[in-house]
Structures are given as structure tokens and as C-alpha cells.
């Protein structure tokens, strides 16, 4: 029988505890799908001021109470904590970092939850937090044969571990996932200095005279993959969205590896989801017409006649198109159309898109917020997702969106270039609808189009029949990603 073998899941976000992005949802429900397969995986993350400690269950660990991280010439006191994930078929633990001033006393994730602004101190913070994923594991005796970094805030994990504790981590392999290669965690080269690391290592911390959180991981881990094999092939090309870094992707070579993230069956399911007006049963016309009332009342909207309901969440920046959106709104708001808009981010596009709330308050509305619970309303009450994007590493959203029967309209991008498949009416096959051109013209052309086959309703009802059929588990996903755990550590 196999040794079963120990896993560390590192992630600076998870559901239910805390989400700011896709992140959240793949580092729920990848630690379960591993689960299931018998390994020993568990997870660490740390706590932001908005987590309820009460409300999730997390209690300290005697061990684990008040050590010291030196980050420059301060000294900060870390807790780590216990808690649990889980859905009706397993569980996993999770080791959660509590301090007061870089994380309770914060109310926000990466930035301030009220302005947008991202806090300065980033750099501390996760230095920090990465000082006590290693820390943790020396004070618990606990080595894993596999720690599992994600995206810039865990990169300097590999780099803590393998430089202060060589000996004690010589065994363990560190996996890094790339879930956004344009968000690399730059700063100030004065950073190095919070490391507490000798000055001689500086060089492999810099990237164009920048701290680079990313370039540490990309220099201290041992096997890479990102979100979506399509992606994979962008960014080891891309210069513009990875500054360079690309470089060192390509000498990777078999070293980096592109896999679809997938989502946990149980957390997304309009059959069984408890946050829907209607679960979905037999009847698609019900289920999906009573959710889009609930919807519509929800976001301060009246039904209009007709009208296909379109639904967006997403952070507001230039990445996910938003801007593309704006620039089209007059055009795309003179058709039958309604939208409702579900996200959060940078103060002056919040700005933009309120103006058009203003402009057309009986077809668009928007909360500027990050609500799980919504982002479930909107998949279930609308009939179309968009997904404008100027890249997108995976595309959970469009999964989502399948499952809940919205056909997603997406830019042909990334993982969304695996998710959806254009629709052809003559052949009847294709689950959503996509557009190539990263422009103004081509979103409205594709909105438009969208809208005349909405007005088809044998040839919409194919459409989201087809949608509706794919599952998007980890089943396949997770096989690969457990390959490669076994094969890195097999010597």
C-alpha cells in the first residue's frame, strides 16, 4: 500500500473564513478533492479582521501561542490557531495566523474594505504570515512532504523554509501555483531588509531593481503549475502581464505544469444551493424565472418584458474588461436588456460604473461588494454571465454560470478558451458564447448577437441545456495535481 503522503495547502484566502478572488473557492475545494483521494492535507491561511472567529469555529492551539517573527527591526507576536473545512463528505484542518496589527486590526483582505486603498504594508504582512507557515510546521514537528504555495502572498514560504531550516525541510518539495502572473507582489528593493535574510541573497529577491515576491518563488520552489493549461501558454510568451518573469518560466521546462482548476460539487449545485429563492428541479422555466424575480428585487430592478437579464461579478479593474463595459454601456443599454453587477475594486471604474447606474436605473444596478451568497443569486436569477476579460488565467465564474444555466458570454481568453465553446445554432453544440477582439465593438456585437438568439427559444433553451450539462469536478483535475505530488516526492 502507498505511503499516504502529507500535505501543507498554503493560501492567503479561503471559503467560508474569507474571499477576495477565484482563489478562495480553489483553496476550499482542492484540499477536499485531494482529501477524498486519502492523502493528509491541510491548510493555512491567515486571519483578517472581518473573520468571525466565533462564527468559525476557530480555537487556539496551546503549542502555537504567542512566538515571535522578527520582520526588520520589529518583532511581532504570532498565534496560529485551529479550525476546520468541510462538505458533507470530508474535512480538513486549517492552521489560521492571528496578529492584531497586520491583520485583526485591518478591515479588508488585501486592501481597505470602505476606499479600495491597498495596504501599504503588504510586503510585512505576508513576509510575516510565510514566517509562521514555516514556523508552524518547526514547532509542530510536523515537516510535509509537500507545502503548496498560491500566488505572491505565500512565495516566500520555499525561501523561509529552505534557507532557515535546510536540514529540517530537506525532504519536503514546494509546489507554487500561479493563479494571476501579472500580480507579482512588487515593492521597494528596501523590503529585503524585513526579510532578516543576509544581504548576499539579495539578488535573488530583486527583479528589475524590485523586490519580486514572485521571482523568490519562482527561485525557491521546486515544481510549478498554473490555472489552465491555455493560460500556461500565454504567460510563457506574454512579456506585457508578466514584466519579464516570463524568462524564467520558459526555463522551467517540464518543471511547470498548466491544470484546470475545478469547483467542489457541493458548494456550487442549484439542485441543493440553500442561498437560491428556487433550487433547481425539474422545471428550468420555474427555477430559473422565480430566482430572476427574486434578483431583479434584490438589486432594486422591475422585470422588463422580454428582457434577457445579464449578470456580472468581478473585481473592478482592467483585467476582467470592466472598462470595455463602460465604454459600450450607452450602446449596450439602447437595446432590451437589463444588468446587474456584483464586485469591488479600484475607487475611480466604482466611480464610472455608479454614473451609469444613474443614467439607466431601470436596466443596470450594482453593489459594490463582495457577497458569496449574491454571487450565488446572480448565477441562479440571471440568464446571461459576462466575462469581458483581457486575460483570464482560469474562469471559475463560467463554470458557475454553466452549472446555474446563465450562458456565459465571454472574451476568448485563457481557461475561459477551455471552458466555453461557442455555440453554433446550425449543429446545436457549444456551451456559451465567445468573442475574440478585445474591443468596444466586438462586446457589443457579441451582446447583440446574444440577445437576438435569447429571442430563439428553442435554440436558447438547446444552449442552456448544453451548458447545464457540464460538471466541472476536481475528479480529472486533481489526479493531475496528485501525479505530480507523487512524483516529486518519490525519490
Known amino acids: ?239 506585457k502581464h508578466g514584466d519579464g518573469l516570463n524568462k524564467m518560466l520558459v526555463e522551467l521546462g517540464d518543471k511547470f505544469d498548466g491544470i484546470l482548476n475545478a469547483i467542489d460539487k457541493y458548494a456550487w449545485d442549484p439542485k441543493t444551493d440553500i442561498h437560491l429563492k428556487a433550487k433547481f428541479e425539474d422545471d428550468f422555466e420555474e427555477y430559473k424565472s422565480i430566482n430572476k424575480k427574486d434578483l431583479l428585487n434584490t438589486m432594486g430592478l422591475k422585470p422588463i418584458e422580454n428582457a434577457p437579464l445579464i449578470g456580472i461579478v468581478s473585481r473592478l479593474d482592467h483585467q476582467k474588461g470592466i472598462n470595455l463595459f463602460i465604454e459600450a454601456a450607452d450602446k449596450i443599454f439602447k437595446e432590451n436588456v437589463q444588468v446587474v453587477m456584483l464586485g469591488q475594486g479600484e475607487k475611480e471604474m466604482k466611480d464610472k460604473v455608479q454614473a451609469i447606474q444613474e443614467k439607466y436605473p431601470e436596466k443596470f444596478a450594482c453593489k459594490f461588494e463582495f457577497d458569496d451568497i449574491l454571487a450565488h443569486q446572480v448565477e441562479a436569477g440571471t440568464d446571461i454571465f459576462l466575462m469581458p476579460s483581457l486575460f483570464e488565467p482560469c474562469g471559475l465564474n463560467a463554470m458557475y454560470s454553466q452549472i446555474y444555466g446563465s450562458v456565459p458570454l465571454v472574451r476568448s481568453t485563457g481557461g475561459l478558451k477551455e471552458i466555453v465553446k461557442n455555440y453554433n445554432e446550425k449543429t446545436k453544440e457549444g456551451n456559451g458564447l465567445t468573442f475574440n477582439d478585445f474591443n468596444e465593438d466586438s462586446l457589443i456585437k457579441a451582446i447583440n448577437n446574444a440577445i437576438a438568439l435569447y429571442a430563439k427559444p428553442e435554440q436558447w433553451s438547446q444552449l442552456v441545456s448544453n451548458a447545464m450539462s457540464m460538471q466541472w469536478r476536481w475528479n480529472e483535475s486533481i489526479k493531475k495535481y496528485h501525479e505530480i505530488y507523487k512524483s516529486i516526492t518519490k525519490d
Open 1 to 239: 500500500m502507498a505511503k499516504q503522503l502529507s500535505i501543507l495547502f498554503v493560501t492567503s484566502e479561503m471559503y467560508p473564513y474569507v474571499k477576495a478572488s477565484g482563489l478562495g473557492d480553489v483553496a476550499y475545494s482542492f484540499p477536499l478533492a485531494m482529501r477524498d483521494l486519502g492523502e493528509d492535507i491541510r491548510v493555512m491561511l491567515p486571519k483578517y479582521g472581518i473573520v468571525s472567529e466565533r462564527k468559525n469555529k476557530i480555537h487556539e492551539i496551546n503549542r502555537l501561542k504567542d512566538f515571535s517573527i522578527k520582520i526588520g527591526d520589529n518583532v511581532e507576536l504570532a498565534t496560529v490557531k485551529s479550525s476546520s473545512v468541510n462538505n458533507p463528505r470530508t474535512k480538513v484542518q486549517a492552521y489560521i495566523t492571528t496578529n492584531f496589527n497586520l491583520f485583526d486590526a485591518k478591515k479588508g483582505v488585501y486592501a481597505d474594505a470602505k476606499t479600495g486603498e491597498i495596504f501599504p504594508d503588504n510586503d510585512e504582512r505576508y513576509i510575516f504570515f510565510a514566517r509562521t507557515v514555516v514556523e508552524t510546521c518547526v514547532i509542530l514537528g510536523w515537516m510535509p512532504d509537500i507545502i503548496h504555495c498560491n500566488d505572491w502572498y505565500t512565495a516566500m514560504v520555499p525561501a523561509f523554509a529552505k534557507l532557515l531550516y535546510p536540514a529540517k525541510f530537506k525532504k519536503t518539495k514546494f509546489i507554487y501555483t500561479i493563479h494571476n502572473f501579472e500580480k507579482q507582489g512588487v515593492f521597494p528593493p528596501t523590503t529585503f531588509r524585513k526579510t532578516g535574510l543576509p544581504k548576499e541573497l539579495m539578488p535573488n529577491f530583486l527583479h528589475k531593481d524590485r523586490f519580486n515576491f514572485l521571482k523568490v518563488a519562482l527561485t525557491y520552489a521546486d515544481h510549478f503549475t498554473t490555472v489552465s493549461e491555455t493560460y500556461k501558454k500565454e504567460i510563457l510568451v506574454d512579456n
